[in-house]
């Protein structure tokens, strides 16, 4: 149990052993001088039930005071998205305005922003490497950040990607063995991996990554940024013409059980959370226990005032 206010607690609890006291020493001298002028004094502790009665109402009313709550097991649904983007040299081509990157960040938000709070997300960039820049959670800020602050550097690579967005979803290193051996990394159907790329690839292991994430009931949505048609970029100063690549895009969502996307349609986009099974977690969270305690302690006022009233006549 928890207290929003310890000090209440201490002088409320306070105030009810002055009165205590203060109830013992008036019944002893009571008892005292009805002894002195002779007169019998009833054994019966029923006498006096009234004013415990209200002691204890007192008492309880000084523990609501004090804000007390209790931690309790709360079941939550909830699933994990994880937003792997391109940060490749190649997403700096206007062929989509401003860019391909721009546009996969303004899809990237679009699809946080539709998100229910019962969705963790978090968001892998990616290129040749691939780094966790905000790992899932309920806090969608923390992701909206992480897109916001991508740059564009490097080559590509998709398999990378995957095995890095698993990474982020189980907690612990995800990579395809030298000799291409798949590593069993658990059964996740509550997650999914959405890639923002155009698809253009130069890294190995693309199939046996999404084999991975396939095995492990991971679904992978891809959204392909840029046109077919391609555009020119400037890297290290040679000219390099660059194009979607929808058929690397589409093999990837295939094999995992996804779907392709075109960037331009975030409409649809909208509807992956919707293939997404929500598991049952469990986590504390608090329960006020103040409205109880107030209820309780007018019912023991209340009990206290009337039994007073009715052997002595008098309310205290």
């Given amino acids: ?57 007192v008492g309880v009313l000084a523990i609501a005071t004090a804000g007390p709550a209790a931690m309790v097991p709360v079941p939550r649904t909830a699933g994990t998205v994880i937003l792997a983007i391109d940060v490749s040299n190649s997403m700096g081509a206007d062929d989509v305005v401003p860019t391909r990157l721009a546009a996969a960040q303004r899809a990237a938000r679009a699809f946080v922003a539709a998100q229910p709070d019962s969705v963790d997300i978090g968001v892998v960039a990616f290129e040749r490497g691939a780094l966790t820049t905000a790992r899932p959670d309920a806090d969608h800020s923390v992701a909206l950040k992480a897109i916001d602050r991508l740059k564009i550097t490097g080559g590509t690579s998709l398999g990378t990607a995957i095995t890095a967005s698993l990474s982020a979803i189980t907690g612990r290193q995800v990579a395809v063995g030298r000799d291409g051996a798949a590593p069993d990394i658990g059964y996740w159907p509550s997650a999914t991996i959405v890639m923002f790329s155009d698809g253009q690839n130069q890294g190995a292991d693309v199939e046996r990554a999404a084999t991975v994430a396939q095995r492990a009931g991971v679904h992978i949505h891809t959204v392909g940024v840029g046109t077919t048609a391609g555009a020119t970029v400037r890297v290290d100063g040679y000219h390099l013409r660059t194009s979607l690549e929808e058929d690397t895009l589409t093999l990837i969502a295939q094999t995992t059980g996804g779907a392709y996307h075109p960037a331009s349609d975030t409409a649809r986009l909208d509807g992956i959370a919707d293939t997404i099974d929500l598991r049952l977690t469990v986590s504390d969270e608090p329960l006020p226990l103040a409205g109880g305690l107030i209820g309780l302690a007018l019912a023991l006022l209340t009990a206290g005032a009337a039994l007073t009233v009715l052997r002595s006549g008098r309310v205290i």
């Fill in 1 to 57: 149990m928890t207290l929003s206010s310890p000090l209440l607690l201490a002088v409320g609890l306070l105030v009810t052993a002055v009165l205590a006291w203060a109830a013992v020493v008036s019944a002893r001298r009571r008892t005292a001088a009805l002894t002195a002028a002779g007169v019998a004094v009833p054994g019966s502790r029923r006498t006096y039930l009234g004013v415990g009665l209200t002691i204890a109402g």
